[in-house]
Each structure stands twice: as C-alpha cells, then as structure tokens.
C-alpha cells in the first residue's frame, strides 16, 4: 500500500481511543459511542483539482516528490473502507488538464479511473472547459458518477439533461443531498469553450436547493460542491464569504484555490447555524476524510475531520 500519514495523527489516535480530545470543533466521541449500534457512520472522502494527475509527482520534485496520483489515492481509499464500507467519495472540479495525460486523452484517463475508484459525483471547474464544452460531453460517456452543478445554465449547449442540480444518495440509510456551483466563466474561460452556458449567481441558487433537499426532501445532512475558491483579498465571491450566506448547507467541500486545509473551517450561515469550509490542495497530493456519526433518527451526533496527505 502506498505510504501516507494523518496531518493530525495525534489527534486522530486520541479520537479513535476515545478521549476527550476535540477535533476541528468537534468532540470526540469514546469508545462505547463508537460502539453503540444505533450510531450510523458515513466517511465522506473528497478531492479537489486533481488536474490530470495520474502518476505520483517524479522523485525529483523541489515540493511534492512522489506524492499524489491516481494509484496511491485508490490504496488509501481500499484501506479506509476496510475500516468502514459506508463510504461517499466526492470531488469539486477541475479534473482536467495539467500533465501529458490530458494533452493525449483528453480526459478520458482521468474519468475511467474515477469510475473504477467509485467516485460517487463531481461538478464542474473551470479547467474541465479546457477543450471545450463538447469535449465535457463526449468524455462523460467513460464516467459512471453523477455530475452535478445548479447555477450554470446549459440548456443550448450539448451538456443540456447531463447536468443536474442536485443528487441524493442513501448511504445505509443516512440521506445526504449534494448539490453543485461554480465560479463565473466570463473573464476566466474562453467563451467559445464553454459556448452558451449562462451563469448565475449561486448565493440564491445554492440556498433554494438546499432547502429543497434539507426540509421538502428530508436529507439528514446537504453537501456543496463548491469551485468558487476558498477565499480572495478583494470582493469576490468564495466560499468563505458565500458560507454565512447560505441556509440549510453543513458542508462545503470546495476547490479552484488549491487551498490545502487540515481541518475544515468552522463558520456561522444565515441561521446561525454552522456551516464546516474545507479543501484539500490540488492534483490528488491530500485525501480529505470527514466521518460523521449519526442516531438511530438520523440525527447528526458528532463528526471529525482527518485530510490525509497521499
């Protein structure tokens, strides 16, 4: 199996030995807890702009040698759903583009391995219009997870009905809704590659969705695939500032910024709610791993985070 280590193994050996210690905000739960069997547990997995990173970085690398690929991450993920099967693996964008692979085979490497990894969704990024929209489209025939974004419109483009707002997956009986959005195109991307997709604010969007999942549709816990950027100096629009705009959302798992976390970030939404912001990097260098515990009631209980460099 290939090596990796814990960005916090400390604090994950504690939690798991069931002390008190307190993780990313999060109490951790003991042993007769863990126990219980009227807990479920979901470990949500996720990536961020893996930009075409199908080998390990070569040994000679000034910052990241023989760390990340496509490989290495399918070992961790075999290792961890032996220690729970209950598993959601996402991703936030921006699969393509980056080495050699992409240049070759136009994304299709890249969604033949996410599928044989049972990559469960994805939205999309601004790099994954590099070859253009019908590129997008043409390459979705060698995936077998969802896409899924809410505030791009593409309904005179070719990924019209292949795009959907939102999904949701039963995960041995915990309900969990996922939604997408992305950032604006205009500016960032060529117009003739992503043609005519409009966009829209997501702010309005994201939290008309999340309440469709949350209170019409009942899902225990909503999930945001975010490619807006974790946070900028001026006034942009990143998920930072969108969080404690947002209702109905307990998790944004975000991208486009390459913004390594080793914990999500822990705000207040509208309601004043918490809202967890997390990020793993880029090119497949970090795993992000969040276990949630929920009741019998599909109350959530307790959740901790633990994002593995690869």
């Known amino acids: 199996m290939a090596e990796f280590k814990y960005q ?10 069931g002390t008190s210690a307190v993780l990313a905000g999060f109490p951790a739960l003991s ?17 961020n702009d893996i930009h075409s990173r ?19 991450r399918a070992a961790v993920i075999n290792e961890i759903k032996k220690e729970n099967d209950n598993i959601l693996l996402l991703d936030a964008g921006d699969i393509f583009q980056g080495t050699p692979y992409f240049n070759l085979f136009s994304g299709e490497v890249e969604y033949k391995l996410m599928s044989m990894m049972n990559y469960d969704a994805t939205t999309i990024g601004n790099h994954d219009f590099d070859l253009g929209i019908d590129n997008i489209t043409k390459q979705m ?20 009905d292949k795009i959907v707002p939102y999904k949701i997956f039963n995960k041995q009986g ?9 950032i604006e195109l205009e500016g960032l991307v060529d117009e003739k590659m992503y043609k005519e997709t409009i966009y829209q604010n997501p702010i309005p969007i994201a939290n008309s969705t999340a309440k469709l999942l949350k209170q019409d549709l009942g899902c225990d816990y909503v999930i945001a695939l975010s490619h807006l950027g974790y946070s900028f100096p001026d006034k942009k629009l990143c998920d930072i500032s969108m969080a404690p705009e947002t209702e109905n959302i307990d998790l944004i798992i975000g991208g486009h910024s390459h913004t390594f976390l080793e914990h999500p970030t822990k705000l207040l939404n509208k309601a ?9 990097g ?6 992000g791993k969040l276990d949630l515990y929920f009741s019998h009631n599909s109350k959530k209980i307790s959740h901790n985070s633990n994002n593995r460099k690869i």
Do not use: M
Not at 144 to 158: D, E, G, H
Not at 174 to 182: A, D, M, Q
Not at 272 to 280: G, L, S
């Open 8 to 17: 916090n193994r400390r604090d994950f050996l504690k939690y798991f030995i």
């Open 31 to 47: 042993k007769d807890v863990l126990k219980n069997k009227d807990l479920s547990h979901l470990t949500i997995l996720y990536t």
């Open 54 to 72: 199908i080998e390990p970085f070569p040994n000679n690398d000034p910052k990241f040698a023989n760390q990340g690929g496509f490989a290495r």
């Open 141 to 160: 025939a060698h995936a077998n997870f969802a896409f899924i974004n809410c505030n791009y419109n593409f309904s005179n483009t070719s990924l019209h």
């Open 174 to 182: 915990i309900k969990i809704g996922v939604l997408g959005y992305g």
């Open 272 to 280: 004043d709610k918490e809202v967890y912001v997390t990020q793993v």
């Open 282 to 287: 880029w090119a497949g260098i970090w795993l």
